[in-house]
């Protein structure tokens, strides 16, 4: 069992995912945002960690929001241990 050193912490990514897998969890997400898989670790390894505005700084630091108009979703897998950020609510596609 694999436990976070510190659990008030959000866990620290080991690295980013490719594009092509970002977009793949995009339109899992979109499909059922509940059952998302990792592209590499199949089921049940992805944590939506919270709810982040779009606009992340070149700090790479995320502030939180709320999950109305635009926003971007923090996915977490735990089996390879990488983060992404992906924007599920694109009004301006299908005009
Ligand atoms: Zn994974």
Same mark, same amino acid.
């Given at each position: 069992? +694999? @436990?976070? =050193?510190?659990?008030?912490?959000?866990?620290?990514? +080991? $690295?980013?995912?490719?594009?092509?897998?970002?977009? #793949?969890?995009?339109?899992?997400?979109? +499909?059922? !945002?509940?059952?998302?898989?990792?592209? @590499?670790? /199949?089921? %049940?390894? &992805?944590?939506?960690? /919270?709810?982040? =505005?779009?606009? &992340?700084?070149?700090?790479?630091?995320? @502030?939180? #929001?709320? !999950?109305? /108009?635009?926003?971007?979703?923090?996915?977490?897998?735990?089996?390879? %241990? @990488?983060? &992404? /950020?992906?924007?599920?609510?694109?009004?301006? =596609? $299908?005009?």
């Amino acid at each position: 069992m +694999k @436990r976070f =050193e510190d659990d008030s912490e959000l866990p620290q990514p +080991k $690295g980013p995912f490719s594009d092509s897998e970002a977009l #793949t969890l995009l339109l899992a997400y979109r +499909k059922d !945002p509940s059952n998302v898989p990792c592209p @590499r670790c /199949g089921l %049940e390894q &992805v944590e939506v960690l /919270g709810f982040i =505005e779009p606009d &992340v700084d070149p700090g790479g630091f995320a @502030r939180a #929001t709320d !999950p109305e /108009g635009e926003y971007a979703v923090a996915l977490y897998c735990h089996q390879c %241990e @990488r983060a &992404v /950020g992906i924007l599920p609510a694109v009004e301006s =596609e $299908g005009r």
